[in-house]
């Protein structure tokens, strides 16, 4: 893969005003992550389960999807 390494990348898009409270899975590929974490937004718990794709070492695609948190 060229550029920056794919978790850099996505540590570097989950960073304040976000604070990850745990990671329930993180997998990748040569090209894209997938991500499920439980996050305080701003008070918050959310749960965020999303995907980069890249391209050239840039991402190409991002995508998040807000879902309910577990008990």
Same mark, same amino acid.
């Given at each position: 893969?060229?550029?920056?390494?794919? #978790?850099?990348?996505?540590? &570097?898009? *989950?960073?304040?005003?976000?604070?990850?409270?745990?990671?329930?899975? @993180?997998? !990748?590929?040569?090209?894209?992550? #997938?991500?499920?974490?439980? &996050?305080? *937004?701003?008070?918050?718990?959310?749960?965020?389960?999303?995907?980069? @794709?890249? !391209?050239?070492?840039?991402?190409?695609?991002?995508?998040?999807?807000?879902?309910?948190?577990?008990?």
């Amino acid at each position: 893969m060229q550029g920056r390494d794919i #978790l850099n990348l996505f540590t &570097q898009a *989950v960073t304040p005003p976000r604070r990850i409270l745990r990671a329930t899975a @993180v997998c !990748r590929t040569e090209d894209t992550l #997938l991500y499920d974490v439980v &996050q305080d *937004v701003a008070g918050d718990t959310v749960r965020i389960v999303g995907s980069f @794709v890249l !391209r050239d070492g840039l991402i190409w695609r991002h995508t998040s999807l807000e879902v309910p948190v577990d008990s």
